[in-house]
């Protein structure tokens, strides 16, 4: 493992396209993979598991963990902050795995501007219709909160053109296989390459 340096892999999209769930259908099936766990100051949705789904902060511990640069990236989504603590994924990435990163647009533009080799894949919804569809399905929104993230995701769908690839979830199953050759293909291109897959960006 320790030959190469892994690479970071942004899966980004609007809230209710099923990022969670194509992330575990190719954590499941590549073993060169490992989940960022992301900070959150949310109360936890019922099933979530502290240290495993998020790690779940006070907005104090956030604050505190914003000033002294703990976080590779952190957003504000719908009422609360969500952020990625960096120093995992550096140690990460140096034992040779590709380390996914599940967060919003606005989080992977941070991304896209501090780690320039970043591998962005932006995940989107078949329609408005559908990813509204979804949300209210999870039953874990108000109507408020699902307004305001339809509206969000009316934005998100704005900014797909600065991401590496485009994948619409419109199956599970068909999605998950896209994002895994997609990926594939990223290591195999460096590998021919004859560099590190971190030291440019291509496309």
């Known amino acids: 493992m320790a030959t190469r340096r892994g ?5 980004a999209g609007p809230s209710g396209v099923g990022k969670g769930s194509l992330i575990r259908v190719l954590l499941a099936r590549d073993p060169l993979l490992r989940l960022s766990v992301s900070a959150t100051t949310r109360a936890p ?10 790690t779940f902060v006070t907005d104090a511990e956030f604050d505190r963990m914003i000033e002294d640069g703990e ?9 609360h902050r969500s952020g990625t603590p960096a120093a995992w994924v550096e140690r990460t990435r140096d034992q040779g795995y590709d ?8 989080g992977a533009g ?3 501007k501090r780690i320039p080799d970043a591998f962005l894949v932006f995940l989107a919804p078949p329609s408005m219709e559908e990813l509204e569809r979804r949300l209210r399905g999870r039953q874990t929104e108000t109507e408020d909160r699902i307004a305001h993230r339809l509206e969000a995701a009316e934005w998100e769908m704005t900014q797909r053109s600065w991401f590496d690839h485009v994948v619409v979830n419109d199956d599970l199953a068909h999605a998950s296989s896209q994002v895994a050759a997609i990926i594939g293909g990223s290591r195999a291109e460096s590998s021919a390459d004859g560099h590190d897959p971190t030291e440019d960006r291509s496309g």
């Open 71 to 79: 976080l590779l990236e952190w957003a504000e989504i719908v009422g």
């Open 99 to 106: 380390v996914v990163l599940e967060i919003d647009v606005q």
């Open 110 to 112: 941070w991304v896209h």
């Open 45 to 54: 949705r019922p099933g979530e598991v502290d240290g495993v789904d998020y």
């Open 7 to 11: 690479r970071l892999i942004v899966i």
